[in-house]
């Protein structure tokens, strides 16, 4: 097989001078919890198809050893929640035992599951193929709204006589179908299909379309069916859910005469809007049903987006290589590009969907594409306030038209301050102002799903009390620490893009409530590890609106304690615990350093979290967390920690992943930190570090410029991982930050490293900026 042979080439031999995109694996992550999208799909693209397994399905494929359910052409990437789409699966048998349509199986896609051989699957961005047990060779390509599918039954003859059986499926991955229905054309076989469905993490419900048409064989006969049975008439039906926990399976087929060159074509158009559209959206991105054609063009549309950067690996090997590539490629699975296929907005208005979610993704995902695809960035900054101004709030998250549950706080506002202070281009920023003020300024009445809640309380008494009496909206009412935090961090955002647009007052008003963290700070606060005090004093607590304390053991929703996650366990801080969300004030570092004692407490403290099993490396809190030392004037040690994670725990196994990748956003974090920066989003500040390859230049396809990282004295062994010295150009540069401009003006910045600390990076003059204690904006005039 060809696919075992390419397998064997990959694996045998480290080959140099592989491009960017050769050394993109798709699989990665794939297994263990990733929740990786392991199909085939454009850069951004809506079609994301894939063969759907029975087990660790979240995304639809998984090496996890179970069997596959289905082929679908709609999935997310990386996420938590449950499975995300899936809708409408085909699937296949060869044939029904001596020509008889009842005895082929009908009934839960569970039911007819079959396996696979394992070293066949074959994944390359835009393509993935895969042999069955019963020797049928699948593969399918993509464009931005249609899938092609081949079935190869060459292996297969023999065994019976071929007849294939295709069924369409009215259902999706987490069987959530309300109501659907489906025509089959006896002539022609084309299977036109509509249905309502959930999304994985939100309210509401979404329309969805699909358009199947086939090639490669002569029609046999076509018909409908529902449970375990099938017949030839009629050709439409509607089903809806089913009643109480009996689901309704059901769905329509065509049978075929044996394919005559050994090959059955699908051809999947898939819409938001109408099936009229997805039928379009097939018949004219795939008119020629040329596989090969739909799959270089694939290939090229990735080829042409990873040619944005460029590596020197310096001896750096290929799985590190392969590491860094891949989880660049992962950060352009979501959001997804609906512009023009959805129902809410007209075809010339930028719409994306799949923002899953920002909690995750404000911290580095979006922050990488003002580096790596600035120009996408701003269509999707676009498309957030074209929400905004559709359904009256930014999104937090949200996936198949549908609102999701927010986290925390209202983080599109840390999106929208990344891109302004990286003086993004293309944004009405007053437009963009509106929007964050209102998550500031005005309460929804659901602010699971938008905006914040508790805000009454927030203005009066600076923090979200625990049991806060809130009559105005309503929400998960915990997570009152973890708010408290996030939307002290929204207000800074909103102080910035305020200062920048010249609302002097807004400005120092929101910069005021920015320092709201410091109302949990329980000075007198112990911590103790099964009857072990740690030693450390004063950590955040919940506190009631009349000011006393109610108290949370620090460890809870730590990984020594139980998780906290969203639908189970909810307590005061979300999916993390006291001891980690202390460090979540970005933009105030300098007073947490006082708070909590000084730069030595604070060291001490970042080296307990991260040696003590406190830390959840897959959780995105604590990204910001490796590299807090920069704060302190210890930059060597967040490089140090780094090296400790990488790769570790991110690495370029299928199991490479140490959680969800959340839509790229373990993807963008490893993909900074292998170039040697990572950004505080939300503000113009990249803590360096340094690169794991001898250079990584990126260029800008807004300006042209090209940015380099580069180290003078290359170690691929990463023992030499101190930096001694820096310049930036010609000049000697010593701060131990740098900003967007490296990039905008495609600076080089030149790093020599040694084996021990420095002092680089260490004066206070080096350090990052910080709101200063007295709550002005000082230590931020960089920015402005
Ligand atoms: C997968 O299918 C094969 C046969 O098709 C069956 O023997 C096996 O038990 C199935 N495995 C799982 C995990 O369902
Ligand atoms: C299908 O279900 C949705 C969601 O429950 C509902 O709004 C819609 O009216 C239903 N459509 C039909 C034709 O029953
Ligand atoms: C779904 O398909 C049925 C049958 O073709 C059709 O009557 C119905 O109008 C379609 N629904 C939508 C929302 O297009
Ligand atoms: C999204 O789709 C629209 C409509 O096809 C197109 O104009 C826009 O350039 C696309 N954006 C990206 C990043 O591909
Ligand atoms: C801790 O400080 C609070 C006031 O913030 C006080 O009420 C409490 O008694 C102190 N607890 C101890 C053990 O000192
Ligand atoms: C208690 O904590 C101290 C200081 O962190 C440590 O040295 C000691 O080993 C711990 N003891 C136990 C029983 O865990
Ligand atoms: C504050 O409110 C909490 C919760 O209702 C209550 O237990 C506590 O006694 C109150 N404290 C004071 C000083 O009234
Ligand atoms: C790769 O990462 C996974 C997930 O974090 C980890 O379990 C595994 O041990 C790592 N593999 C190597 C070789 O470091
Ligand atoms: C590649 O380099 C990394 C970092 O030095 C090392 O951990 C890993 O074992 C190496 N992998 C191979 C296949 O040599
Ligand atoms: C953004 O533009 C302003 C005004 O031209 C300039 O002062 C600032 O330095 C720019 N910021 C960056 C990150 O280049």
């Known amino acids: 097989m060809r696919a075992a042979l390419l397998f064997l080439v990959f694996s045998a031999t480290a080959v140099s001078g592989k491009s960017n995109y050769d050394l993109i694996d798709p699989l990665i992550g794939s297994v263990n919890g990733g929740n990786v999208f392991a199909g085939a799909s454009l850069p951004y693209g809506i079609a994301k198809a894939v063969p759907d397994v029975s087990g660790a399905n979240t995304a639809g494929f998984s090496l996890d050893g179970s069997n596959i359910t289905g082929f679908s052409t709609q999935h997310d990437s990386g996420t938590g929640g449950n499975p995300s789409q899936g809708q409408f699966p085909l699937s296949l048998q060869p044939a029904c035992e001596g020509g008889e349509l009842e005895k082929c199986k009908f009934g839960s896609k569970y039911e007819r599951a079959v396996n696979y051989r394992p070293g066949s699957v074959e994944a390359e961005p835009g393509y993935f193929g895969l042999e069955l047990g019963s020797d049928v060779g699948v593969e399918v390509t993509t464009t931005e709204h249609a899938a092609l599918w081949e079935f190869d039954f060459t292996n297969h003859f023999g065994k019976d006589t071929v007849s294939p059986l295709m069924l369409l499926d009215l259902t999706d991955l987490q069987d959530s179908r309300q109501n659907a229905s489906i025509s089959v054309d006896a002539e022609t076989g084309r299977m036109v299909a509509n249905g309502t469905f959930l999304p994985s993490f939100g309210v509401g419900s979404y329309q969805s379309f699909v358009c199947v048409d086939f090639k490669g064989a002569g029609v046999r006969d076509t018909g409908l069916w529902v449970n375990e049975r099938g017949g030839t008439e009629p050709k439409e039906l509607f089903v809806n859910r089913g009643y109480s926990l ?139 306030l074209n929400i905004y101004e559709s359904v009256g709030w930014l999104p937090d998250c949200r996936m198949q038209l549908c609102k999701g549950y927010s986290q925390g706080g209202s983080n599109a506002d840390n999106v929208i301050a990344d891109a302004y202070v990286k003086n993004l281009t293309n944004i009405d920023w007053s437009l963009a102002y509106s929007a964050i003020r209102n998550d500031a300024e005005n309460e929804p009445f659901d602010w699971g799903v938008e905006g914040r809640g508790g805000l009454q309380s927030w203005k009066r008494y600076g923090y979200i009390p625990v049991f806060d009496y809130d009559t105005q909206g309503f929400g998960p009412d915990y997570h009152s620490i973890s708010r408290t935090l996030e939307y002290a961090y929204n207000d800074f955002c909103v102080a910035t893009l305020a200062a920048g647009l010249g609302e002097t007052a807004d400005a120092e008003k929101y910069l005021q409530s920015s320092g709201n963290w410091h109302n949990l700070w329980k000075a007198n606060q112990t911590s103790s590890i099964k009857g072990n005090n740690t030693g450390f004093i004063g950590f955040l607590q919940p506190r009631y609106a009349n000011g006393t304390w109610r108290y949370q053991d620090p460890i809870e929703c730590s990984p020594l304690d139980s998780f906290c996650s969203y639908s189970s366990n909810p307590k005061e801080t979300f999916e993390d615990s006291i001891w980690e969300y202390v460090f979540f004030v970005p933009q105030d570092q300098a007073r947490l350093m006082e708070t909590v004692g000084g730069k030595e407490q604070f060291v001490r403290r970042l080296d307990f979290l991260h040696e003590s099993g406190l830390l959840d490396i897959s959780n995105e809190p604590s990204e910001l967390v490796v590299y807090q030392y920069h704060y302190a004037g210890r930059p060597g040690l967040s490089a140090q920690r780094l090296h400790s994670y990488i790769p570790s725990s991110f690495n370029a196994s299928h199991n490479g992943l140490p959680g969800n990748d959340d839509s790229g956003a373990s993807g963008s974090f490893v993909a900074f930190a292998m170039s040697g920066l990572f950004p505080v989003a939300g503000q113009n500040v990249y803590l360096i570090s340094p690169p794991f390859f001898e250079s990584v230049s990126y260029t800008n396809a807004i ?82």
């Open 703 to 784: 300006t042209g410029k090209t940015a380099t990282i580069r180290v003078t004295n290359f170690d691929p062994e990463y023992k030499e991982v101190f930096i001694q010295s820096a310049r930036l150009d010609t000049e000697v540069y010593t701060r131990n930050w740098i900003g967007h401009e490296l990039f905008l003006e495609g600076k080089t910045l030149e790093l020599t490293l040694g084996r021990e600390e420095s002092d680089w990076g260490t004066k206070e003059e080096d350090l990052p900026p910080s709101t200063s204690p007295d709550g002005s904006m000082e230590g931020y005039e960089a920015m402005f």
């Open 246 to 384: 009996f689901y309704i399976q059901a769905g329509g087929f065509v049978r075929f005469h044996k394919p005559e060159n050994n090959v059955l074509q699908a051809r999947v158009g898939v819409s938001f809007l109408s099936s009229e559209k997805a039928c379009h959206n097939a018949k004219t991105e795939i008119p020629d049903w040329n596989f090969n054609r739909v799959r270089a063009e694939a290939a090229n549309a990735w080829k042409e987006k990873m040619s944005t950067v460029s590596i020197l690996p310096g001896g750096a090997n290929e799985s590190i290589q392969r590491t860094f590539f891949t989880a660049i490629y992962r950060t352009m699975m979501s959001p997804q590009n609906y512009t023009g296929d959805n129902p809410l907005f007209p075809a010339e208005e930028l719409y994306f969907d799949s923002y899953y979610c920002t909690w995750d993704s404000f911290r580095t995902t979006f922050p990488f594409l003002t580096i790596f695809d600035p120009g996408t960035l701003s269509q999707m900054i676009t498309s957030l």
